[in-house]
């Protein structure tokens, strides 16, 4: 497969030096024992990967989403996973857009250094899914503090986290003027939350993604833990998840260059019927089909990172980047399955794990169905469906 070299190639080449030392055994072998791949997270904060987006006043690089969205990219087009580390790219600029002086000062330099995680986001809950501003997670303030009563769902990285970002209600559903209001955010400081109010169930699932369940009990946060305004949290959530979309548009696209080489390799390489399997066009066409797909869903992919770190609004193009791109790993992975036969199947080629990785990001962090939902109603105009 033609690899051009882009205006990112430093990146690229000193991403692709460090994931070699993380090869296809060391990804298969967390998978089979639903590990966490501490080894290579250690060594991605080690060399400030996941600073990226931090400035460099708080010990950061600075540096856009463009190259943040590269730093994923690569993560899974060498075969691994950005699912295990992408909260931490994201989370922290919840922080930097929304917290304040000293809530920067304190948490940012550490966070940079790789002596604090910020891996998590708690939004989801079971009763509510999509429905986000009918979360019935409440904080109540009692003097200095808040009191956290609910529940969420599918809260991924608490595990592997020391703070995580909380979304509650502070003010009842039935007293604001606009649904959207009234939700605050907040920073959980996990290491001592969890089993003094917050319980932490794991969720054993499709892919090796550590993801949760979370019972809030009365537990009790620090009010200087409030995120800017109260009342004003959702608005903040939602200004992070374009970030959060182009991030994992880019990982889907490192799946789909992975899926693609590894169809292209082995159709190049198996010989039925005394020759090689590419040179039929019906094995040959699905994958150039879907080579060409990635290929545009990149370019979205790029406009939404250019936007984005122009300061202009970026999103539908972070929308249509996630769904172009989430649409195009999952063909390249389906295609590439289809190209190995039986071998697909067997753990050693690793296909099935990444098949079963991709598909996650036709659902999170936001469905096919709401992404249309949103183009339909923000860039249509077409009438609110829900
Ligand atoms: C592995 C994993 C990790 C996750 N990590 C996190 C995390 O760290 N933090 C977090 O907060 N959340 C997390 N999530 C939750 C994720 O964001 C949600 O699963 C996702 O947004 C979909 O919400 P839901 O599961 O509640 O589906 P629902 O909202 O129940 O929807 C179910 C289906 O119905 C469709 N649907 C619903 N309403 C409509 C409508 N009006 N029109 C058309 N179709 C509709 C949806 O598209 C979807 O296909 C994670 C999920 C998974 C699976």
Request: charged share 25%; proline share 4%.
């Amino acid at each position: 497969m033609q690899n051009i070299p882009d205006e990112h190639q430093d990146i690229r080449d000193a991403m692709r030096e460090l994931c070699r030392q993380y090869p296809d055994e060391y990804f298969r072998k967390i998978d089979a024992e639903e590990a966490y791949p501490e080894a290579f997270v250690d060594a991605l904060i080690g060399a400030g990967w996941l600073a990226a987006m931090i400035p460099e006043e708080y010990g950061g690089s600075g540096l856009g989403l463009t190259e943040a969205s590269v730093i994923m990219e690569e993560i899974n087009r060498c075969g691994g996973n950005a699912g295990a580390v992408h909260g931490q790219m994201y989370n922290m600029g919840t922080l930097l857009r929304n917290g304040s002086e000293a809530q920067k000062r304190k948490y940012l330099p550490r966070i940079a250094a790789g002596k604090l995680r910020i891996q998590s986001m708690a939004v989801t809950e079971p009763t509510t899914g999509t429905d986000t501003t009918k979360i019935k997670t409440v904080a109540v303030k009692k003097g200095d503090r808040y009191v956290v009563n609910g529940q969420k769902v599918w809260i991924s990285r608490v595990q592997h986290s020391d703070l995580m970002i909380l979304l509650a209600r502070t003010t009842p559903l039935a007293e604001v003027k606009k649904k959207s209001e009234g939700m605050s955010i907040f920073i959980v400081d996990l290491r001592e939350a969890v089993g003094h109010g917050l319980t932490v169930r794991p969720i054993p699932n499709l892919v090796n993604h550590e993801t949760n369940e979370l019972f809030f009990d009365n537990l009790e946060i620090p009010a200087e833990n409030l995120i800017g305004e109260e009342g004003r949290g959702f608005k903040y959530i939602l200004d992070g998840l374009n970030a959060e979309r182009t991030l994992i548009a880019a990982e889907c696209i490192g799946d789909g260059y992975w899926f693609i080489e590894r169809a292209v390799r082995y159709a190049n390489e198996r010989i039925v019927f005394d020759r090689p399997i590419g040179r039929n066009q019906g094995v040959q066409f699905p994958i150039t089909d879907a080579y060409i797909e990635v290929e545009a869903a990149n370019l979205m992919r790029f406009r939404a990172c250019s936007l984005y770190d122009a300061g202009q609004p970026a999103g539908a193009q972070a929308n249509m980047a996630k769904y172009l791109a989430a649409k195009a790993s999952w063909e390249a992975a389906n295609v590439c399955m289809q190209t190995h036969g039986g071998f697909g199947f067997a753990n050693e080629y690793d296909i099935e794990r990444k098949f079963r990785e991709t598909r996650l990001y036709q659902v999170a962090p936001i469905s096919t169905n709401l992404i249309f939902a949103y183009i339909a109603e923000h860039v249509l105009g077409l009438p609110r469906s829900f």
